[in-house]
């Protein structure tokens, strides 16, 4: 199947025979699926073959293979419920048929509601799967839920449940009580929905296997209801059911007030739903991504955990919904950045909640994702020093106020300290937007400072900040604009360099476009010196050095068709962008962090904020819809 059909979310591709490795003993046939070329890889189904569905706090991930494979309770930080994505031994939630079968999966037009169109040689089925929701908003439990159709002849599914340990770290069991089963995983606890047709096969400790027979025109529906630390409120059947179609219908309306008709509607609308997956609706926080662990290379090393709100990834997902039309989430995002700046201080990232981000934490009884470690919670970039959070705050603002918002008086006299912050620290080295080990004064940097001044004297003039401090701020951000051409800038390599006295590139420097460098010779240079030094096709690694090292960035391409189409290079956009979407792999429109660029293959955390934007913020661009600060044509 082409791959822009797999863009537009609707896949059917050839399985193997191939059975990931199931230590459940109950014996069942082998299995025949038809939802990816490659089946699984040492036990692991391929990064891009997965569905996400979410409902505010927590996500999902679904394998090819109707398995629920990873799910944190009851929020996207919290240690997996669900881990088989990491840990072939680890807890999964499965439904499937008995026998060999071909399947269609897609989400629903304008939703995070996934149906798969199964069927076997006895007859066909829809299964519909929802992370439920309200209109109101999430649940106050989480809410997994699995309908099953018959449409034609007669079907045989298999449930298979077993509880993760939660990487190790508890001994589930499940206690029997006169209202059903609780499942117990450390402080989580959860109960099984179902209808009566779902008879038990099989009820251990840990799991448990049942059986489920649907004929034409009758359906089943099992639901994992779940919470932490409270008790435990168990729906009717009728009102789980009941709420897949009212998660939809919230789903469609939510994408219906997304303000965009230009071209490749449909990729942008399937990534503004993505992201929203990563909003957390209790704070308005967004995560970087669903997972932590999943490798930037097939080998160990760079694993890392995502789980957590980046300033820069919040800011860049608030600019990409601000750019949709998107507004009440970017005044929560907004408001959940001011309200942590101000009660901690700039840091590079908060947990979902705004507590501070632990240290990693190793798991080193748990295999990691096709055996490569390390898996870890928490993240050692928490400590770091960014000079890339002032740009990405101050233009989150500004184009916050720049369609007609207000900002409040603590916010304005915040942002104003920081932008004397930022004036004060700008000469001083710092880890860079890749957050590395080594403190450099990486020229990207130095033009996140350039930028937050540059919005900061303009909220100033227009009145949204104190006039007062403006004036340092204008002479400051001269500074740093005399300081990045005569230090950053090299005339052999007809480029701006990775930090001065290297002799590397950083594709990041692509976004030295949108933020409005008016350096426009240079950067049409520096934009074909990284391509060829960092291309790969339509792809780019991130900066020298990183091909041998880990795949290609995917957000890095997208940049790069914004800033060509920005500086006129309209035509080559297109192409480049074109050529990306065409070379993407993936069966639902779910888009990880990372592209082995060889072969295809995800690598990285998904679904991935940055690459979601990305494609957004790329496609606004070849639509004409630049959002400029104070722009309000």
């Given at each position: 199947m082409a791959r822009r059909d797999c863009l537009a979310i609707a896949a059917a591709c050839q399985l193997s025979m191939i059975e990931r490795e199931a230590p459940m003993t109950h014996d069942l046939p082998a299995l025949a699926r038809e939802l990816s070329p490659a089946g699984p890889l040492d036990g692991f189904w391929p990064i891009e073959d997965y569905a996400a569905l979410g409902d505010g706090r927590c996500v999902a991930l679904l394998a090819p293979d109707?398995?629920?494979?990873?799910?944190?309770?009851?929020?996207?930080?919290?240690?997996?419920?669900?881990?088989?994505?990491?840990?072939?031994?680890?807890?999964?939630?499965?439904?499937?048929?008995?026998?060999?079968?071909?399947?269609?999966?897609?989400?629903?037009?304008?939703?995070?509601?996934?149906?798969?169109?199964?069927?076997?040689?006895?007859?066909?089925?829809?299964?519909?799967?929802?992370?439920?929701?309200?209109?109101?908003?999430?649940?106050?439990?989480?809410?997994?839920?699995?309908?099953?159709?018959?449409?034609?002849?007669?079907?045989?599914?298999?449930?298979?449940f077993r509880l993760g340990t939660r990487c190790g770290t508890v001994a589930p069991w499940i206690q029997t009580t006169q209202n059903g089963n609780i499942f117990h995983v450390g402080s989580v606890l959860a109960h099984m929905v179902h209808t009566p047709n779902m008879r038990i096969l099989r009820e251990e400790d840990e799991a448990i296997e049942a059986e489920i027979v649907v004929g034409e025109k009758t359906h089943?529906?099992?639901?994992?209801?779940?919470?932490?630390?409270?008790?435990?409120?168990?729906?009717?059947?009728?009102?789980?059911?009941?709420?897949?179609?009212?998660?939809?219908?919230?789903?469609?309306?939510?994408?219906?007030?997304?303000?965009?008709?230009?071209?490749?509607?449909?990729?942008?609308?399937?990534?503004?739903?993505?992201?929203?997956?990563?909003?957390?609706?209790?704070?308005?926080?967004i995560a970087a991504a669903a997972t932590t662990s999943l490798p930037e290379r097939l080998k160990d090393g760079k694993n890392w955990d995502y789980r957590y709100a980046w300033i820069r990834d919040?800011?860049?997902?608030?600019?990409?919904?601000?750019?949709?039309?998107?507004?009440?989430?970017?005044?929560?995002?907004?408001?959940?950045?001011?309200?942590?700046?101000?009660?901690?201080?700039?840091?590079?990232?908060?947990?979902?909640?705004?507590?501070?981000?632990?240290?990693?934490?190793?798991?080193?009884?748990?295999?990691?994702?096709?055996?490569?470690?390390?898996?870890?919670?928490?993240?050692?970039?928490?400590?770091?020093?960014?000079?890339?959070?002032?740009?990405?705050i101050f233009e989150t603002a500004a184009l916050f106020v720049s369609r007609g918002n207000l900002l409040d008086q603590k916010t304005a006299v915040l942002l104003a300290d920081l932008a004397d912050r930022c004036a004060d620290h700008w000469r001083q080295k710092d880890a860079g937007i890749w957050e590395l080990t080594e403190d450099q004064h990486y020229t990207m940097s130095k033009i996140s400072c350039w930028q937050a001044l540059d919005r900061a004297c303009q909220m100033a003039e227009r009145g949204h900040l104190a006039k007062d401090r403006a004036p340092r701020w204008a002479r400051e951000k001269e500074r740093i604009l005399e300081w990045i051409d005569r230090e950053c800038w090299c005339d052999r390599r007809?480029?701006?360099?990775?930090?001065?006295?290297?002799?590397?590139?950083?594709?990041?420097?692509?976004?030295?476009?949108?933020?409005?460098l008016d350096r426009r010779d240079r950067m049409l240079s520096t934009l074909r010196a990284i391509r060829e030094e960092l291309g790969h096709g339509p792809f780019l690694f991130r900066y020298t050095g990183m091909r041998e090292e880990e795949g290609a960035f995917l957000a890095c391409s997208c940049w790069m068709v914004e800033a060509l189409y920005l500086l006129g290079e309209k035509d080559e956009a297109e192409r480049l962008y074109a050529s990306?979407?065409?070379?993407?792999?993936?069966?639902?429109?779910?888009?990880?962090?990372?592209?082995?660029?060889?072969?295809?293959?995800?690598?990285?955390?998904?679904?991935?904020?940055?690459?979601?934007?990305?494609?957004?913020?790329?496609?606004?661009?070849?639509?004409?819809?630049?959002?400029?600060?104070?722009?309000?044509?």
């Open positions: 109707g398995s629920v494979d990873w799910l944190c309770v009851p929020n996207i930080d919290s240690p997996p419920m669900f881990d088989r994505l990491l840990h072939r031994a680890g807890g999964f939630f499965q439904i499937r048929p008995v026998g060999a079968y071909k399947a269609t999966r897609r989400y629903r037009e304008d939703s995070n509601v996934l149906e798969t169109l199964i069927e076997t040689e006895t007859g066909s089925a829809r299964l519909t799967e929802s992370l439920n929701s309200t209109f109101a908003g999430r649940l106050p439990w989480t809410e997994f839920a699995r309908r099953i159709e018959g449409l034609t002849g007669r079907m045989t599914f298999i449930v298979r089943a529906l099992v639901a994992l209801v779940a919470t932490e630390n409270e008790p435990l409120a168990v729906p009717s059947v009728e009102e789980i059911d009941g709420r897949i179609e009212t998660s939809d219908e919230a789903w469609r309306s939510w994408a219906n007030t997304l303000h965009y008709d230009g071209p490749y509607r449909e990729q942008v609308r399937r990534s503004a739903l993505a992201l929203k997956l990563l909003l957390y609706s209790s704070s308005g926080a919040a800011a860049y997902v608030a600019n990409a919904f601000l750019r949709l039309g998107a507004v009440a989430e970017v005044k929560a995002a907004l408001a959940w950045l001011v309200h942590h700046l101000g009660e901690s201080g700039p840091m590079v990232m908060y947990g979902l909640s705004g507590q501070s981000v632990d240290d990693e934490i190793v798991y080193d009884e748990v295999e990691g994702y096709r055996g490569i470690k390390p898996v870890v919670s928490g993240n050692r970039a928490a400590g770091q020093h960014q000079h890339g959070i002032y740009g990405d007809k480029a701006y360099l990775f930090y001065p006295g290297s002799d590397g590139l950083d594709a990041s420097i692509a976004l030295a476009v949108p933020f409005g990306f979407l065409e070379r993407l792999p993936s069966n639902t429109g779910i888009m990880a962090e990372m592209i082995n660029p060889e072969t295809g293959m995800y690598l990285g955390n998904t679904p991935q904020g940055l690459s979601h934007l990305g494609v957004i913020h790329a496609a606004c661009a070849l639509a004409g819809n630049r959002m400029k600060a104070f722009d309000l044509s």
